[in-house]
């Protein structure tokens, strides 16, 4: 059973810098799925982030957070970053790290959709003032 997690939320004015960190445990492969989800109350979930292990070759970053946020993986540790930079009040919400292990066979292409059904952390939150 996978296991993530999460830690280095907190409150921000406009402008600073958080680094989220999630580590997993538990994983069965040592190819997998990581990244950052968001919400915010009364809007629907969305991804933030995600990569594949090994490599990092699959990245993927929100329209919103490009240019702003890195994701990066440390695959021995089973640890994913969140780096986040130039906060903005609309990056508010409760962060949610998810994990998925990926099986030899299956392409880091379908992360996204493995993500979305995979393991999840319990949430830390974010707020950003103005």
């Known amino acids: 059973q996978v296991r993530l997690v999460e830690s280095g939320g907190g409150s921000v004015q406009a402008g600073g810098s958080l680094r989220l960190s999630c580590v997993a445990s538990?994983?069965?492969?040592?190819?997998?799925?990581m990244g950052w989800f968001r919400q915010v109350p009364g809007k629907e979930r969305e991804g933030v982030a995600w990569t594949s292990s090994p490599g990092g070759n699959t990245i993927y970053y929100d329209d919103s957070v490009k240019g702003r946020f890195t994701i990066s993986l440390d695959s021995a540790k089973n640890t994913a970053y969140l780096q986040m930079n130039s906060l903005k009040p609309e990056d508010t919400g409760t962060y949610y790290c998810?994990?998925?292990?990926?099986?030899?066979?299956?392409?880091?292409?379908?992360?996204?959709?493995?993500?979305?059904?995979?393991?999840w952390g319990q949430g830390t939150q974010v707020t950003v003032s103005s």
């Open positions: 538990g994983l069965s492969y040592d190819r997998f799925c």
């Open positions: 998810a994990a998925d292990p990926l099986p030899p066979w299956v392409s880091s292409d379908y992360c996204a959709a493995r993500l979305v059904t995979g393991s």
